[in-house]
């Protein structure tokens, strides 16, 4: 575990809030009245899916490459994922310039790998059941002089990815409630941050898929749990551990972690769609989906829901709300 002084901070927020602005859009917030009556409370909804590549990752990206000094710009940058941070480290390598090869699982969404070959991103190919995606990356940077930015175990995509958290508090104030969802951590430890710096009284729980639950046993049994990689329809947080950077501030600034389920996910994604006008990718309803279940305890509560994304092939997701089968 990394020492206490070389985590990020919320001073690392902010600086990284002048980095990206004028990059990154700010985005959204949004509210439904028939959920408000549902829930019996005030709920706002942080709509990352209207981010520069649809989701939050383009913060965390964009500010860890801003960073690069120009022996790193030269060289270039790799990175692995299965898809929203592949797109914002080719979208931001573009517009700062700098060459980027992106390590993707086979079974990544279609729309997911061609976007990020759009953005000029040179695109590998890896089994996500059989090869390890760190060490292709890893191995890649030590070839060819690159600089491995990882999804989120990194201190500069921490500090992006908090700025989220951050817009949301300075525009609608204290929460009782935020729910953020989580893959490795890097969004939630980054809002965590914003969070215990502009609300400290919020209660903070992070979501994740029910098949994929390392998180909430890492945060419970107090070490880093590793899994295999889990089957979901939530490929943003397919991912087999928590970081060492992300999980000392998880651990210390979460009040817990909460799992939903595939199912529970499709209804949330259809929920939004039908009733808000809003697509959002089923990683990106994970918050939402814990929100619901645990509505009872927000009643007179103003709560957040972290949205982190809408990266989701069209087909997919008529498919996933028409007839409900993951």
Known sequence: MQSEVMLTTYQDVIA???RIKGH????????????????????????????????????????????????????????????????AV???????????????????????????????????????????REKIGSELANQHGMTLIPPYDHPDVIAGQGTAAKELFEEVGELDFLFVPLGGGGLLAG????????????????????????????????SIVHIETPKTIADGAQTQHLGRYTFPIIQREVDDILTA???????????????????????????????KENKNQ???????ILVSGGNIDLKRFCNLVETGLV
């Open 16 to 18: 990284a809030s002048h």
């Open 298 to 304: 927000l009643r007179s509560k103003k709560v957040g």
């Open 191 to 222: 809002s965590a941050l914003a969070t215990r710096a502009l609300s400290p009284g919020c209660t903070l729980f992070g979501v994740e898929p029910e098949a994929g639950n390392d998180g909430q046993r890492s945060f419970r049994s107090g």
């Open 90 to 132: 080719a979208l931001s390598a573009k517009l700062l310039g700098i060459p980027a090869t992106i390590v993707m699982p086979h079974d990544a969404p279609e729309v997911k790998v061609e976007a990020t070959k759009g953005y000029g991103g040179n695109v590998v190919i890896y089994n996500r059941y059989t090869e390890d």
């Open 261 to 291: 389920s595939d199912d529970q996910l499709i209804e949330r994604m259809s929920f939004a769609a039908s009733r808000m006008k809003i697509v959002i990718e089923p990683t990106g309803c994970l918050g939402f989906a814990a929100a």
């Open 24 to 87: 990154a859009h700010k985005t959204p917030v949004m509210t439904s009245k028939t959920l408000n009556d549902d829930f019996g409370a005030e709920v706002f909804f942080k709509c990352e899916n209207f981010q520069r590549m649809g989701a939050f990752k383009f913060r965390g990206a964009f500010n860890a490459l801003s960073k690069f000094d120009e022996r790193q710009r030269k060289s270039g940058v790799v990175a692995f994922s299965s898809g929203n941070h592949a797109q």
